[in-house]
């Protein structure tokens, strides 16, 4: 089995993109605006991207040794996101929330990177390409927002 600090970092890793991907669909379904199109489809990008990263992230924790947990139970009691809400949603608030969120979990990320890295680089090495991926939506966020 590997070391507990890895299996602890990407469990991590993986209830934030669950509540990421469960966020980003409560906001596509709740949002109002004026470019309520561009950003349902950018929160589905937002959906797409973390599924994929999330079943890599599950996987390789099995791959390891341990037993991925994405129980709603442990995504409520674990995430380190703060909850959505029930909305409605403005269109230009969920662009700047949204990318605080990804951003957040990227950098949730990294502040692991360097344990994981040295105890198994395969990990580290997706660590780094999810926290890429987050970070990269969350431009694509941050960049759609309405500056006030």
Do not use: C
């Not at 990008?45 to 099995?62: C, G, M, N, Y």
């Not at 990990?123 to 960049?143: P, Y």
């Amino acid at each position: 089995m590997a070391e507990k600090v890895v299996i602890d970092a990407l469990q991590r890793t993986l209830t934030d993109l669950i509540d990421l991907s469960l966020q980003a669909k409560q906001y596509h379904w709740n949002i109002q605006g004026a470019r309520f199109r561009a950003l349902h489809l950018a929160l589905d990008e937002v959906v797409s991207v973390t599924r994929t990263d999330l079943d890599e992230v599950a996987e390789r924790i099995a791959t390891i040794g341990g037993f991925p947990d994405g129980r709603a139970v442990t995504v409520a009691k674990e995430s380190g996101l703060d909850d959505a809400g029930t909305g409605p949603f403005n269109v230009d608030d969920v662009y700047t929330v949204m990318a605080e969120k990804l951003y957040g979990a990227s950098r949730r990320i990294q502040n692991d990177l360097s344990k994981v890295d040295e105890a198994d680089p395969l990990s580290g090495d997706l660590l780094i390409g999810v926290a890429r991926n987050l970070e990269l939506q969350g431009w694509f966020m941050k960049a759609s927002a309405v500056e006030n």
